[in-house]
T-cell receptor, first 117, second 111 residues
Framework: GAVVSQHPSWVICKSGTSVKIECRSL??????MFWYRQFPKQSLMLMAT?????????EQGVEKDKFLINHASLTLSTLTVTSAHPEDSSFYIC?????????????FGPGTRLLVL | GQQLNQSPQSMFIQEGEDVSMNCTSS?????WLWYKQDPGEGPVLLIA?????ELTSNGRLTAQFGITRKDSFLNISASIPSDVGIYFC???????????FGKGTKLTVNP
């Protein structure tokens, strides 16, 4: 199956700093990737759709200046949490759609745990 | 936003028992996906369903795409301790690439 990696797997940072999370599709190309946020004991919440070569599309209520997304190549999308604050602490997961012909599925990375002190 | 109604929210079973969980919606979906998420990990795709009425197995797991296209279920037979985790249903609607998720079913298996 399609493999998606994320780096780092966890990060601790001081309040006010910026943190960059990478999402890579390892064995397939992805013109679109998705970034999710997950709070404890809750389902995944879509933050934004990352589009290769164009601007990301953000879900309602997600600050685009806070969560910068760059999709510079067909295998890499990055999420930068700018001026992080403790309330940004969460589990961030990316995904990429893989398709076999017309059949669709979405493959998730292992997630990045962010703790802002 | 739109969500799938997933039940039960949690299950506590004995090893060897069978498990069943389901997702329903008032809307029609054209693809249903079932994922398992272990603590601190991303969701892993278990089964994908693409046709109404389709019944698909993956080892001890069996899932079905409801004939009305508004629901799906997942069965796990002869549960084992490593089945513990949170199971999510997800679905695509129309041509959208965005997934709609259920809230998850937390499964606990007692040895």
């Amino acid at each position: 199956g399609a493999v998606v990696s994320q780096h780092p797997s966890w990060v601790i940072c001081k309040s006010g700093t910026s943190v960059k999370i990478e999402c890579r599709s390892l064995d397939f190309q992805a013109t679109t990737m998705f970034w999710y946020r997950q709070f404890p004991k809750q389902s995944l919440m879509l933050m934004a759709t990352s589009n290769e070569g164009s601007k990301a599309t953000y879900e309602q209520g997600v600050e685009k200046d806070k969560f910068l997304i760059n999709h510079a190549s067909l295998t890499l999308s990055t999420l930068t949490v700018t001026s992080a604050h403790p309330e940004d602490s969460s589990f961030y997961i990316c995904s990429a759609p893989g398709a076999s012909g017309s059949l669709r599925a979405q493959y998730f990375g292992p997630g990045t745990r962010l703790l802002v002190l | 936003g739109q969500q799938l109604n997933q039940s039960p929210q949690s299950m506590f079973i004995q090893e060897g028992e069978d498990v069943s969980m389901n997702c329903t919606s008032s809307s029609i979906f054209n693809t249903w996906l079932w994922y398992k998420q272990d603590p601190g990990e991303g969701p892993v795709l278990l089964i994908a369903l693409y046709k109404a009425g389709e019944l698909t197995s993956n080892g001890r797991l069996t899932a079905q795409f409801g004939i009305t296209r508004k629901d799906s279920f997942l069965n796990i037979s002869a549960s084992i301790p490593s089945d513990v985790g949170i199971y999510f249903c997800a679905a695509y609607q129309g041509g959208s690439e965005k997934l709609v998720f259920g809230k998850g079913t937390k499964l606990t298996v007692n040895p």
